[in-house]
């Protein structure tokens, strides 16, 4: 195994530790790159292809847009779930606009579009014109680390080992290592909710 897909093992967890802890656009944009990258070296020197797997598929897609087009902070909002009483499986929510997620799926591939169009709209959370990605993120993490453990490597990484420990303790009390990534809210519809904190929320 080459020290150029552990240290990218190592990167992508890193990565998806900062979006976890402190999410921002920045760090999506590093994890989706992460990601990418990570694909291209298991699959140059292992022939293992995340592409089997229905959120990278998604993920990959959102990537080669935000790539192509460059600037795009004021389509995306990170939102915590607590301060605005927001019950999910996650921390954060992490929203972009409805009509970014449709030319994402304008973008693709036209061999491929019609099963990658199912793709992106099963993936990915859609509520009203905003689309929450992060439970995406986060089932494609766990598919990440499943690969990683099958392979039987050592990976000396603080975040790879935290998210170690995570997954344990959901096997120990066992709970499913995957997200439905629904949300509901106190304070009203949730599309509303979202849709209006899309608007007024600005990123940090």
């Not at 530790?17 to 990258?37: K, M, R």
């Not at 897609?61 to 996650?90: K, P, T, V, Y």
């Not at 998210?163 to 303790?169: C, D, K, N, R, V």
Request: hydrophobic fraction near 40%; glycine fraction near 4%; charged fraction near 25%.
């Amino acid at each position: 195994m080459s020290a150029s897909i552990i240290n990218a093992i190592s990167r992508f967890f890193r990565y998806y530790n900062e979006h976890c802890v402190s999410p921002n656009v920045d760090t999506l944009f590093s994890l989706l790159n992460s990601a990418h990258s990570l694909n291209d070296k298991l699959n140059s020197e292992m022939k293992i292809n995340f592409f089997d797997l229905s959120e990278f598929v998604a993920l990959k897609a959102l990537r080669n847009f935000f790539h192509h087009e460059g600037e795009l902070h004021s389509e995306i909002r990170m939102i915590n779930c607590q301060e605005f009483q927001i019950f999910s499986d996650l921390m954060h929510l992490c929203l972009i606009r409805s009509e970014v997620a449709e030319k994402v799926i304008d973008g693709l591939d036209k061999r491929r579009r019609k099963i990658d169009e199912n793709i992106i709209r099963n993936q990915f959370k859609w509520y009203g014109n905003v689309v929450d990605i992060n439970p995406t993120l986060f089932n494609f993490s766990v598919h990440v680390f499943e690969t990683v453990e099958s392979l039987d490597l050592f990976i000396d990484d603080e975040c790879y080992e935290e998210f170690s420990e995570s997954y344990q303790m959901e096997e120990h009390q066992g709970f499913d290592h995957f997200i439905k990534g629904e949300i509901r809210c106190q304070i009203g519809n949730a599309n509303t909710v979202l849709e209006n904190l899309f608007s007024n929320v600005k990123n940090g």
